[in-house]
C-alpha cells in the first residue's frame, strides 16, 4: 500500500485547473487515488468561497450608499492587500475545526460570517470593520446575507468528517501578484507571504502541488470558463480582467521553487522559523484539464489518460520528496 499525502495546498493561478483536478479526483475509486496519486479520501478545504462573499458584502453595502469594506466595485481588485492574509487566517479556523470536528450552528450564520471576517483581519492588521458599521446598516446587511451564509455554513459543516484517519486533507488558493511584477513580490503579495500566514498545525504537514500554467493561458482559461449566471461557482466563476492583471498577472512560485537552497522545496520564513515545504508542479500549460467541467459520460479516454499520468507522476514525485524529509 502506498504512503497517503496527508494535506496537499492545490495552488494555482485562477483557472489553472484546480477544480478541475479535485473533480477529477473526486472520480477515482479510493484504491486509484491511494495507490496511483498517493492520496487518501480527500476533505476539501477553498478560501473562494469566501472571496465571493466578501464580494457579497460590498455590493449590499455599496447599494446602500456606504464604503463596500472588501471592494469598491465588482470589477476592481480588493481594496486592502492585507485581506489575502484575512483568506489564510479563515481557512486556518475551518483546518482546526476540521480537526476538533466543530460544527458551528450560530443563530444567524451572516452575524457568524461577518464576526469571523472582523476578527481574521484584525489577526493580520486589517481594520475590522464590520463590527464598526451602524446597528441599522449591518442589520440590514445580515438579513441581506442571510441565506448565502446559511448556505455556506451547511457546506462548511457537511465538509467536516467523522474522522481523519486515512485521509487527504486539500486545501486550494491562488495567489498572485501585478502584470509585470518583479520578485520577490512584496507582502502582503503572493505566495511567500501567504505561505507563512498558514498555521503551524498546516505547514508541519503540508506538501504543495501546483499547477502551472502562464498567466495568458489563466487569462484565457477565465474567459472562457466564465458564467456570469453562476458567480459562486467553483467551476463555472469568472474573475474580472483588472483583478487578473492586477493580482494574477504573475506569481511567485518559480521563484520561490528557484529561490530554495533544499529541492523539490519551496523556502520561506514563518513565525521566526524558516520552512521548506515539499513540491511538485503539475505541468498543465497544454491544456490536460478543462475536459473534467463536462459531464464524465462526455469525457475522451486520450483527455483522461493524459490527465491521470500527469497528475500521477506529480503527485508520485511529490510523494517521494516528503518521505525524503521524513
Known sequence: MSSVLDVVLLL?????????????????????CRDEMHLGPTVQLDDYPYVHMMRRVSQELRKGGHDGVFFDSDDLPMKNSLDWGTLIELLNEDFDDLQK???PAPASAAEWLLARFDAARAKVGADP???KLPADVRASLIAALEPESKQLLADKNAGIPDTLEGKTIVIEA???GPDKSTFPLPSPLGYQYSLAQFSD??????????????????????HERTDPNDPGSILHHGVPIAVMLG????????YLIGQSDQPDTVKFTSRGSVRHLPVARFDNRKDKTSFVRVEPSAWKADDVKALHDGLGEAFARLSRTVASKA
Open 101 to 103: 470536528k466543530n460544527r
Open 247 to 254: 493580482d494574477y498577472g504573475c506569481d511567485d512560485m518559480e
Open 12 to 32: 494555482a493561478l485562477p483557472a489553472s485547473g484546480k477544480s478541475e483536478v479535485r473533480r477529477y479526483l473526486a472520480h477515482l475509486t479510493p484504491d486509484q
Open 201 to 222: 498545525a498546516i505547514l508541519s504537514r503540508a506538501a504543495i502541488l501546483y499547477v502551472w500554467v502562464t498567466p495568458e493561458e489563466s487569462r484565457r482559461k477565465n
Open 129 to 131: 470593520a464590520l463590527g
Open 174 to 176: 491562488a495567489r498572485g
